[in-house]
Nanobody, 115 residues
Framework: QVQPVESGGGLVQAGGSLRLSCAAARTGFSVYVMEWYRQAPGKQRELVASISSSGTPMIVDSVKGRFTISRDNSKNTGYLQMTTLKPEDTAVYYC?????????WGQGTQVTVPS
């Protein structure tokens, strides 16, 4: 079992940037698909981006051009680079590591962009 741990959230003004990290505390990180989700207050959790074990990224249309996903398997860590942040990006951001039907979730990190 692998436990992802997110970090890098915080309060940032509109137009600013943040880089979220997702670290796994054990080896085997490279076999997992890494995904970033977010959940805003009163809304369902939604997928933001994913990256395959070989590094193929996918970014949803709503954040395409502003968010970038990457991973460094040698460090057991993945990243979500967020730029030009907007108030509507305010949410708890969750990292998940997926291997087939097995999904491991982190505890989440809060990102707040005041209006």
């Amino acid at each position: 079992q692998v436990q992802p741990v997110e970090s890098g959230g915080g309060l940032v003004q509109a137009g600013g940037s943040l880089r979220l990290s997702c670290a796994a505390a054990r080896t085997g990180f490279s076999v997992y698909v890494m995904e970033w989700y977010r959940q805003a207050p009163g809304k369902q959790r939604e997928l933001v981006a994913s990256i395959s074990s070989s590094g193929t990224p996918m970014i949803v249309d709503s954040v395409k051009g502003r968010f970038t996903i990457s991973r460094d398997n040698s460090k057991n860590t993945g990243y979500l680079q967020m730029t030009t942040l907007k108030p509507e990006d305010t949410a708890v951001y969750y990292c998940s590591l997926r291997d087939g039907s097995l999904i491991y979730w982190g505890q989440g990190t809060q990102v707040t962009v005041p209006s």
